[in-house]
């Protein structure tokens, strides 16, 4: 069976390469050659998640060695996959999330002239994403990591000849650039501490370094995840990727990339158990994301921004959680599985409604979008249900475990961590329905553009629509089947271990405080945006509205103390280089060149001269031989 | 006198004469010394050949001749290698007058190559254009003939060559084989003398410049005659000090091993200011033959005025036999003067790497430059002779071996490039080139990077292999300014690529003539060799860490 554990990787690598060097000829059926790699690598997925399930939880882990990829000794690298419960519910989301993603693609893309090509870099990115998560070590991780990065970059700026989508990928470029040189620290100081990157090793020797060690390697693991995840500081490359195509959006951006980090840092669990300043520092980092974006999403008109921010917000709580340690593991875990149903088909049905309105993205210039596009609104709507942490749906018993876990930290810490996270939930609540009212309740607000075209709102094609209702099942039916009967923590628990925590507050108070928080966001909301008309242009709003629209001042916090410090210190290095070193290297080659103009008058072609030249040399010779003796 | 008389004195002659019957007849290894009596036979042969074979054919049978003999010889030493004798059957034959070891197939096996590859541009005929319909090659119709004469005219009309320099460089490399297996102080002399003579007279045999030639010549053999007259006085001075020319026999002498005095060096024996000046003396001479500063000054006008192909050839073969001795010298007969050899060699090096290269920034002549940066490596090459260790020894070997390629080629490509003077040498000539003619220019590009010691050229992998020795020696002062001078020869070698590559080309510029396979197979072996050295040198730095042992 773990011999098929390549072909998962295999298959959407195969297409990237045929549709990447494939040419013009495969223009035709490009996307479904996609498409069709891509399922076969979930029905694989299904086929050994089958396996999986048949064997006990001692023996779920499987191997496949390929080759032994840097063969030296002391140095041993190894093309290995390591497939166990982790890294399979890792390849079911992607794979199975992936390959709807592809078929709705087929019919958004439908008019891009290159969609050919757009096919193959999902599948470039589907081929990195698996052996991200399948690697048995960080090295092999690391090329995954990179490979997604690449594919990332690659599809925020497909439509290239857009400026803001250029300049968006080169955004997230750099700024994945600081973590990537994180986990590169990461697992040269691992290789220094364990003489080894395998996970096996590694992850088993923890015992064996200091805790000064790990938290080092720890916090380098964290900026890791801070650049792929979007977290805070690292956060500022989000919201513009929101300029690639919707469906890189739902599936990159969203359901799975992003949350690469949130997968390192539980899978290197046992170094961040050994590191509990490291897992403070995760938690922080996790409450002020998960803040963060949600403020940010409150206030953004854009609606794939808006999305974005609330993205940005999910995976704080996955982090937050993965920070608590083993109480938290499995559940930062369930909240990515859920959320990737619930924000890919949250996406995809911005996408449908973009696809209907000629790419409006503008909220306000939407509205009473409901009559027009069912399908889109009912889909839209349970994710909506679902992400808000309405009882019964998917985001209900992966947010609520959450939140209890933070609680469950105990002392004043799990009181902030708690509290955050409930806030979160009440700011979730708040601009989750925003977005819903805004855009599928109310008048509608949409006017012809400059050119005289009134969009004529239609609902999407079957590629497009078939995939966003498997998602809503999704969002709707995950949380109960993993939640209930404690089913998924069964699963994973053997991998991460778990543990319940001494909670200060029973489950039942806490579920009824989220139960509380949600309907206050919800009422807001609806007194804000329901009972009055929506203003078509947005209104100047306070002082922390407005710095929340310009995505609470990250790219002026950045341009002012990155973009100047740098230009500042690059310009005096130039001063430097210029004054100092060229005039030191400028110097010595003038003087070298005047030195050789000299000696070269001694070569002044006579015999004689040599002779002289040699009789002194020799005499000196002689003489400093006997000095050497005297000496 | 009465018969009597005479009887009685053929018998006490008889009698006396008997002690020297018994003498045992001298035992010579045949076999062992087969690679220069090969070489030796063959230019024998090809003296012959002057005399008694017609004049058309003389050059076909030369090059034959020549090139079958350096054939057999490589592979007898091949042979010898391979039955052992470089490493566990090392020995010294011929009465202990020549060394069998690792170090000296080693660099035989070296300078064989570069005496074939020599020999492809020595017979190279389609560069000058024809004269009076014969082909001509790049030596004088007749050396004897005054340049300019009527009987100059008269032998370029009547289509002679000089197919004399074939025996001439079979019986240079036969002193030059020979020098760095002596294993006495007058073998080392005679085989000085026997490379060094031909020597002399290939450098006055070009045909073009005839006068630059000869003047050349009359310089090399001025100065190669003052320092060989060094090489013997110190030979006279350490017998004096030893009793005994004989390697083996000074070194027990110099380490104390040996201390019955002979009666008749009673005065002499022993003293070491003899020793220490006669060593310095020898030393001398040899820095000579390698080019070493400050006995580096013949260096550029023989470079410079001898015909190319001869330059290509002694600059590779001669520094390659010269170092050999060196090594041989300084590791046998004086390693128990270390302590006194060792500084002095190193300022040799440092002023030899820093003047070669310092003197080559000024230069205006591609082979006067080369000249130069022939001096620098010398003194490369010095720094890993100084280690006194046996990677020192192996370094020292494989750097001789990459360099005699990348020298004989890149002097292969000067023969090229022409106008109607001969050979374009003057270096704003090449400006351009690189537009002209890529191949050419990129092939000698890749020449110039290896000199400069960029990774992936024989070039590099000879010196880090050498400073690594020579740090590990104890001679990181001596590494450090290698490194600095290695920056400033960059300086000069990436100048020519600059200028061959980034330069218009001149209007009246040279042409690069097509050659024959022979000119080219030396340039695609050498171009070969610096990358198969240059990428994959492991195996080459393992064959000359085996050889890497001198036997005593």
Known sequence: MENLIALLVAAPLLGAVVLLCGGRRLDAVGHWIGTILSSASFVIGVVLFTDLLGKNAEHRTLMQHLWTWVPVEGFQADVTFRLDQLSMTFVLLITGVGSLIHLYSVGYMEHDERRRRFFGYLNLFLAAMLILVLADNYLLLYVGWEGVGLASYLLIGFWQHKPSAATAAKKAFLVNRVGDMGLSIAIMLMFTTFGTFAFGPVLSHVGDASEGKLTGIALMLLLAACGKSAQVPLQSWLGDAMEGPTPVSALIHAATMVTAGVYLIVRSGAIFNAA?????????????????????????DDIKKALAGSTMSQIGYMVLAAGLGPIGYVFAIMHLVTHGFFKAGLFLGAGSVMHGMNDEVDMRKYGGLRKYMPVTFITFGLGYLAIIGF????????????????????????????GAALLGAAITAFYMTRVMLMTFFGEKRWQPDENGNEPHPHESPKTMTIPMIVLAFGSVFAGGIFGIGDRFLHWLEP???????????????????????????VGIAWAQYGRKPVPAVAPRGSLLTRAARRDLLQDDFNHVVLVRGGEHLTRSLVYVDHTLVDGVVNGTAASMGGLSGRLRKLQNGYARSYAVSMFGGAAILVAATLLMRAV | MSATAVHSLWTTAATAADPISKIDAPKIEYGQLSPTLIILGAALIGVLVEAFVPRKSR???????????????????????????????????????????GPALFLQGVILLSGLVGLFTFAERRLDPEAHGNRVDSFA?????????????AAVKAGFTTTEVFPLLLFAVAGMLVFPSANDLLTLFVALEVFSLPLYLLCALARRKRLLSQEAAVKYFLLGAFASAFTLFGIALLYGYAGSMSYSTIAQVVDGSITNINPALADTMGNDALLLIGGA???MGLLFKVGAVPFHMWTPDVYQGAPTPVTGFMAAATKVAAFGALLRLLYVVL?????????????????????????AITQTDIKRLLAYSSIAHAGFILAGVIATTRDGVSSVLFYLGAYSFVTIGAFAVVTLVRDAGGEATHLSKWAGLGRRSPLVAAVFAVFLLSFAGIPLTAGFAGKFAVFKAAAAGGAAPLVVVGVLSSAIAAFFYIRVIVLMFFSEPRPDGPTVAVPSPLTMATIGVAVAATLVLGVAPQYFLDLANQAGVFVR
């Open chain 2, 59 to 101: 050059y076909y049978a030369q090059v034959f001749v020549s090139a079958v003999a350096l054939c057999a010889a490589f592979a007898a030493v091949v042979a010898l290698a391979a039955d052992g004798y470089g490493t566990t059957k090392a020995h010294i034959a011929a009465m202990g007058a020549i060394a069998v070891d």
């Open chain 2, 281 to 283: 003396m020898i030393v």
């Open chain 2, 335 to 359: 390693p128990g003067l270390r302590w006194d050899w060792r500084p002095v060699m190193w300022g040799v090096a440092i002023i030899t790497m820093l003047g070669g290269a310092i003197v």
């Open chain 1, 495 to 521: 991998i991460t271990g778990h543990e319940e925590g001494n909670s200060p507050v029973s489950a039942l108070t806490v579920t009824l405080a989220t139960m509380v928080v949600l309907v206050i966001g």
């Open chain 1, 276 to 300: 509990p300043d490291a897992q403070l520092v995760v938690t922080v980092v996790g409450a002020v994301t998960l803040l963060f974006g949600a403020i940010v999403g409150c206030a953004k």
């Open chain 2, 141 to 153: 119709a007749q050396g004897a003939s005054v340049p300019g004469s009527d009987s100059e005219k």
């Open chain 1, 391 to 418: 009882p019964g749906l998917s985001g209900f018993f992966s947010k609520d475990k959450i939140i209890e876990a933070a609680f469950a930290k105990g002392g004043t810490e799990g009181w902030i961590l708690g």
